[in-house]
């Protein structure tokens, strides 16, 4: 089974900029589809970025033009680069992974906290 880990949250000032990284105990195939989630108090875990296997890339709308989410599969890594960063985005960062294109997610990391203020 694959443990995710993610670091680099942290408080940033409105504006600013942070990256987040998922590092994984075992291998990260190519054909895997890794996930960016967040979870605010009180609010769902809502999606806000995917990678797939191919490559394709897909983001929630209000995060398209400012995060991007990469992959280095030999340091079994994902990352996501997190820029012009907003109040609404504070919330516990997850790194999500599964082995089909489709389907439910097999494992998921502890979070990271982003906490954006004014």
């Known amino acids: 089974q694959v443990q995710l880990v993610e670091s680099g949250g942290g408080l940033v000032e409105a504006g600013g900029f942070l990256r987040l990284s998922c590092a994984a105990s075992?291998?990260?195939?190519?054909?895997?589809?890794m996930g960016w989630f967040r979870q605010a108090p009180g609010k769902q875990r809502e999606f806000v970025a995917v990678i797939y296997g191919g490559g394709l890339k897909n983001y929630e709308e209000s995060v398209k033009d400012r995060f991007t989410i990469s992959r280095d599969n030999e340091k079994n890594t994902v990352y996501l680069q997190m820029n012009s960063l907003k109040l609404e985005d504070t919330g516990v960062y997850y790194c999500?992974?599964?082995?089909?294109?489709?389907?439910?997610?097999?494992?998921w990391g502890q979070g990271t906290q982003v906490t954006v203020s004014s």
């Open positions: 999500a992974q599964r082995r089909l294109a489709y389907g439910p997610w097999d494992s």
């Open positions: 075992g291998s990260i195939f190519r054909s895997d589809t």
